[in-house]
Nanobody, 115 residues
Framework: QVQLVESGGGLVQPGGSLGLSCAAS????????MGWYRQAPGKQRELVAT???????IYADSVKGRFTISRDNAKNTVYLQMNSLKPEDTAVYYC?????????WGQGTQVTVSS
């Protein structure tokens, strides 16, 4: 089993910045891709960004140029720096870890963008 613990959510004004982090622990051998997804009320969970162990990244079009995903393999931690936040970024953000045959999710952290 892999445990994912997220931190860093909160309330921020439009145009502001917020950083999330997610630390993985447990049976982490073979974890190759880590990422962030989000789910707004009444909507399906959607991809935000993913990153491989070699730091290859994928971003949702809606966050390109504003969000940056990074990873520290030594600390088994993935980060999401969110800039120029918009009200439509409001959602519960979930950390995700993937290896062949397994997918793991964190408990989620709320991000609210509001004035």
């Amino acid at each position: 089993q892999v445990q994912l613990v997220e931190s860093g959510g909160g309330l921020v004004q439009p145009g502001g910045s917020l950083g999330l982090s997610c630390a993985a622990s447990g049976s982490i051998n073979g974890i190759s891709v880590m990422g962030w997804y989000r789910q707004a009320p009444g909507k399906q969970r959607e991809l935000v960004a993913t990153i491989t162990r070699r730091s290859n990244t994928i971003y949702a079009d809606s966050v390109k140029g504003r969000f940056t995903i990074s990873r520290d393999n030594a600390k088994n931690t993935v980060y999401l720096q969110m800039n120029s936040l918009k009200p439509e970024d409001t959602a519960v953000y979930y950390c995700n870890a993937w290896r062949v045959g397994d997918v793991y999710w964190g408990q989620g952290t709320q991000v609210t963008v509001s004035s």
